[in-house]
């Protein structure tokens, strides 16, 4: 409850009905929340009250003039008159004004059928203006990379100024120009491409008329010729909301819904642009079988029966345990679910995994060894609720963008904002406290700060005693711990880690954000121990706006781990080790055989196993190892060593050129399910268009090929499986497509039907019980600078990109916006090396050699002998260059300290 429901309502009339407020509420909202209609061309509920368009005008006894609803604060006692005859005057002649200068192309706007301009002249019977005079003539319509501008048709209501600075906080928009001469303009009216636009599109979704408008969408359909379907994002753990367009069967745009899903209709560029892939003319639509060495073209059957044959051919020779299976956090929950009991049930194999592995396999181990569950704590609109957020090891700002959001709006409404990374990423700018640490130091940090917030009394002595165990070894550690040294470890000072430490310690409510900054190395699972330790020494667990709050980093990783798509454990984490349960498993799925106790090999043990002959055949399912594993050269000799290989993908990827079988998949804009989010909140997931071609959805290819091994699974459809699931799955017991459609997401755990959902974990108790403190130390990274490799390479994310081999790649102008790989650099290190922008450079690991463009001194510059590669480029793969050492306790691989060394090419 925020601090304005919790005060006592208040009474206004409004056309005669006594209605209740609450206090602080403006008049326009009062009479929006009771179905009052009132007109507005400058208003968004996204943005401050403006009152410019003056269309919202009403009549308030005791106040002189006409008001604007919208900058109107209700008072009890008031009486409002929304609809009299001077209101309406007034309305029409300021909707004639605006048109008298407005560009009257209604025939070939993109506008038309959502203009509210065009809607209200209707409203009112205008079909021509009285008002004659000067018009703007601005020139021809500007088309950029995404997003068309025509100003003849802006009507100065000031939304994509605002939506830009208040919601992005990129301020490329400005008003220029005075008077009649006020538009909103780029700088210097330069294109957006050379501002800091980010292609967003937020400007366009608030623009009332066709001044912004899609270019994606320029003469794709009418809006009355649309059909609208509303889904889940596929791209990042965010989990959007969003309304996909269709026109004859093809995508003609994406929007967001405004006061719907964890958005509130907002969408970063991937989210609204990057759809394009789907009717990619690169897609596979056919199934294909090697034959002499080359891929052809077969029938369904024909592939289902090679792919069966092959599978079946090596259990029976090899045993089950030669047969590995990786699953795909792009897909649906149903399908994931459906996948891991194909190899458990079917095959018989525990050898199952998917890229969490490599991205939050130590958050599952670390939290769930510190608090008894490995997810999320907290709620995206919670973190509005923090006094102090800290933001470790994670490039919000593009890798999950929304949340990005939600961090600058509560920077903007005082809460603090701590960003420790590698990178001065862009969420930086919006931070009280930028620190740029060493990579791979995260624990040191944070222990360096425990150890100040308990030698200064900060520490939350209550919840530590009620709710904590093992708190003495950490104690230890921390009350001697050599802070300075330390700070030479981490190369922050000392004084600020002292500062960040008063920050976080004294607040009433602080929140941990962090992601594959914390994640990805071989010390993973300590450095995440670390951080619940840090959460639970100041009590900052089980209540709103505190939390440790890891980000997952596709859009169903956390559903895919939900579901068992991992080698340790069966639906719902519930373990292998177990027998009764795994003896429950079997019989409920009806097994010919008892499965092993011992866990399955991981993703990159499967790698190591095919590599040395053990491991035989591998069924992947929307998953690009030769991309996205650790040490690229080792995973190729790995494929190559298999006996069979089949693939089930949307493009032919790298890994699917080794394939024996592929069989082609939808996108997730091309079948039903669900996804679970990084807050752990199932949404559904709804057919927008058909697959290209013999293209199938994932769930159907899995039952077919269950059938072709002999196995047949009853099932018609996704809500068949989400039954099933349920079932097994103790923290979806509640979840049922009904529900999911009725209410628009739960957060498990949900364990019956009358549960609402669970918002934030451990409030009153954790779920292992007591939270256990780890007394974990830093352990320096396996790989160290030297002289022939004087930087540390790291990794990570693009605002524009993901999967550009099978997504953003193929999606038309967001693979212009930025189409190569490259490795950017601190100015200093650059001219030591004598490096300019844009230079082709040659990285050279331990492990093997990239030639890419050089980026220097660019916004998000990593501090000095830091240099960063983004993973998503074929034509630069960061992982031809990364290792495959090994955290011991999560199996993830250290992807973020590469001692690398840098040189000039030419």
Request: glycine share 10%.
């Amino acid at each position: 409850m925020t601090e304005r429901e919790d005060k006592q309502s208040i009474s206004i009339q409004i056309n005669g009905r006594q209605l209740d407020a609450l206090p602080g509420q403006s008049v326009l909202e009062v009479c929006r929340d009771n179905g009052v209609d009132i007109p507005t061309l400058c208003h968004d509920p996204r943005l401050s009250p403006y009152g410019a368009c003056r269309l919202c005008i009403v009549e308030v006894d005791g106040l002189r003039g006409l008001p604007a609803s919208c900058t109107t604060r209700a008072t009890d006692g008031m009486v409002v008159r929304t609809d009299t005859e001077t209101v309406e005057r007034a309305r029409k002649t300021i909707v004639e004004l605006l048109l008298s200068d407005h560009k009257i192309e209604c025939l070939t706007c993109e506008g038309s059928g959502e203009c509210k301009l065009q809607d209200l002249a209707y409203r009112h019977n205008i079909s021509t203006t009285p008002y004659e005079g000067e018009k703007h003539h601005v020139g021809e319509i500007i088309q950029d990379v995404l997003i068309d501008r025509d100003l003849e048709k802006c009507i100065a209501c000031g939304r994509c100024v605002r939506i830009c600075a208040e919601v992005q906080g990129r301020f490329v928009y400005d008003t220029t120009g005075r008077g009649f001469d006020a538009l909103p303009q780029t700088p210097f009216a330069n294109p957006l491409s050379e501002s800091n636009c980010e292609f967003c599109g937020q400007c366009v979704s608030t623009c009332p008329t066709g001044a912004l408008s899609d270019g994606m969408r320029r003469f794709g359909g009418r809006t009355w010729e649309t059909l609208s379907t509303e889904t889940t994002c596929g791209y990042c753990g965010v989990g959007c909301t969003l309304t996909v367009d269709t026109h004859e069967g093809r995508v003609v745009g994406v929007r967001a819904p405004v006061g719907r899903g964890v958005n509130d209709g907002n969408l970063c560029p991937k989210g609204r642009y990057g759809w394009g892939f789907t009717h990619s003319p690169e897609r596979l639509t056919t199934p294909l079988v090697r034959r002499n060495g080359e891929l052809v073209a077969v029938s369904w059957d024909e592939a289902l029966t090679e792919a069966a044959a092959g599978l079946s051919g090596i259990r029976t020779q090899h045993g089950p345990e030669a047969i590995g299976g990786l699953a795909s956090a792009k897909c649906v929950n149903e399908e994931n679910y459906l996948f891991q009991k194909l190899m458990r049930a079917v095959i018989g194999t525990h050898n199952i995994d998917h890229c969490a592995r490599l991205c939050h396999a130590s958050t599952v181990a670390g939290l769930a060894a510190s608090f008894g569950s490995g997810a999320m704590t907290n709620s995206i609109p919670d973190l509005r609720e923090a006094d102090v957020i800290l933001v470790i090891g994670s490039n919000t700002a593009e890798a999950h963008p929304i949340i990005g959001v939600e961090l600058k709006k509560a920077a903007r409404a005082g809460t603090r904002i701590i960003v420790v990374d590698p990178r001065r990423v862009r969420l930086a700018d919006h931070a009280e406290r930028y620190l740029p640490i060493t990579p791979g130091t995260n624990t040191a940090f944070i222990n360096a700060v425990m150890s100040t917030i308990l030698a200064e009394g900060l520490a939350d002595e209550d919840f530590i005693a009620r709710r904590t165990e093992g708190f003495e070894e950490l104690r230890a550690i921390l009350e001697d711990y050599d802070i300075e040294a330390a700070a030479d470890i981490c190369g922050i000072p000392a004084k600020d880690i002292r500062d960040v430490a008063r920050i976080f310690g004294q607040a009433d409510s602080a929140s941990i954000i962090y992601s594959m900054g914390v994640t990805q190395h071989t010390s993973g699972t300590d450095q995440v121990r670390a951080i619940a330790n840090l959460a639970m020494l100041t009590g900052n667990i089980g209540r709103p706006g505190t939390g440790v709050n890891p980000l997952r980093g596709q859009n169903n990783v956390q559903g895919a781990c939900d579901l068992a798509c991992l080698p340790n454990c069966l639906p719902g984490y519930q373990p292998l080790s177990d027998q009764g349960t795994l003896d429950r498993f079997c019989d409920f799925w009806e097994t010919e055989e008892l499965l092993p106790t011992e866990p399955g090999l991981t993703l990159v043990e499967m790698m190591t196993a095919a590599a040395a002959g053990d491991l035989k055949a591998m069924y992947i399912m929307g998953e690009n190892p030769v991309i996205a594993d650790p040490d690229q050269a080792h995973v190729i000799e790995a494929l190559e060593a298999l006996d069979f290989l089949v693939v089930q993908d949307i493009f032919m990827t790298e890994t699917a050129s080794f394939a024996d079988v592929i069989l082609p998949a939808a996108t997730f804009l091309e079948k039903e399910g669900t996804f679970t989010n990084t807050e752990r909140r199932i949404q559904r997931v709804r057919k927008a268009v058909e697959p290209p071609g013999e293209a199938r959805p994932d769930l159907d290819i899995i039952i077919a090929l269950s059938a072709a091994l002999g196995s047949e699974l009853d099932y018609e459809n996704a809500r068949d499986v989400m039954d099933e699931m349920v079932e097994v799955t103790p923290q979806y017991s509640g979840i049922t497509y009904a529900r999911l459609e009725a209410e628009g997401g739960l957060q498990w755990p949900c364990p019956d039907t009358d549960h609402p959902g669970t918002p934030i974990l451990h409030a009153e108790s954790f779920t292992r019980g007591l939270g256990q403190f780890a007394p974990v130390d830093y352990i320096p990274a396996p790989e160290q600078t030297s002289a022939d490799r004087p930087l540390i390479m790291t990794t990570g994310r693009h605002l524009w990109n993901f999967h550009t081999n099978t997504m953003t790649g193929h999606s038309p102008g967001l693979a212009e916006l930025n189409d190569h790989g490259y490795v950017e650099m601190h100015s200093a290190d650059a001219e030591r090396l004598g490096i300019c922008d844009k230079d082709t450079v040659r990285v050279t690991s331990a492990h093997g050699i990239v030639e890419v463009e050089a980026r220097v001194g660019h916004e998000s510059s990593p501090r000095r002998g830091v240099v960063f590669m983004p993973f998503h480029f074929a034509d630069a793969p960061a992982n031809r260059l990364t290792g495959s050492a090994l955290d011991p306790q999560a199996k993830i691989p250290g992807l973020k300290v590469t001692a690398v060394n840098v040189e000039l090419i030419g």
